[in-house]
């Protein structure tokens, strides 16, 4: 599973040193643990794996993570690249593109969307993503997400996507 996506299990010293960097970057008030921390709550209230991304030019930097056991989800990288500058490697990009949440129950029903190297590379099938708009200037460098290794009910994505939408704006609590 990891041959097509090399970038799951790397590792670079600097790693942590540039999701820092990154925090700083999108003008966030906490730091890498304080990420962690609200992924690992909200992973609890979903059950699925979650994320703050910060995405910044051709890199996102999953500056909180948590992939709780039993979501078969395998272990990546905090930094995940665009392929070739064109796709973008998960759905956080379209998120932050689009400028509104981004519910995928199966991501595997829209082509756009089911041609994603995270679907074959780590067994994404369900995607629930909030942008995290900053008041002050009304940019979008950060997502909030949940993911998950199996498509979801009508009635589970719309327990997760409120539940995502609800942690994004408590993320914006100590932003504004």
């Not at 304080?34 to 051709?58: H, I, K, M, P, Q």
């Not at 690249?81 to 991501?107: E, I, M, S």
């Not at 200037?137 to 995502?164: F, H, K, M, W, Y």
């Amino acid at each position: 599973m990891t041959d097509r996506l090399p970038f799951l299990h790397m590792r670079h010293e600097t790693e942590e040193a540039l999701c820092r960097r990154a925090v700083e970057k999108a003008g966030l008030p906490l730091s890498l643990g304080d990420c962690d921390a609200f992924a690992r709550d909200l992973a609890a209230e979903t059950g699925l794996s979650t994320l703050v991304n910060v995405v910044l030019g051709d890199r996102q930097f999953l500056v909180g993570r948590h992939n709780p056991t039993g979501t078969q989800l395998p272990d990546f990288s905090r930094i995940l690249p665009r392929l070739d500058g064109t796709q973008d490697v998960g759905f956080c990009p379209h998120v932050v593109a689009r400028r509104k949440a981004l519910p995928l129950r199966d991501v595997c029903l829209i082509p756009k969307f089911a041609s994603n190297p995270v679907v074959n590379g780590m067994g994404v099938r369900s995607y629930h993503g909030a942008p995290v708009i900053r008041p002050s200037d009304n940019e979008v460098r950060v997502t909030i997400c949940a993911i998950g290794s199996r498509p979801l009910s009508q009635a589970e994505g719309r327990r997760v996507d409120a539940a995502v939408k609800a942690a994004r704006d408590r993320f914006l609590e100590p932003i504004r």
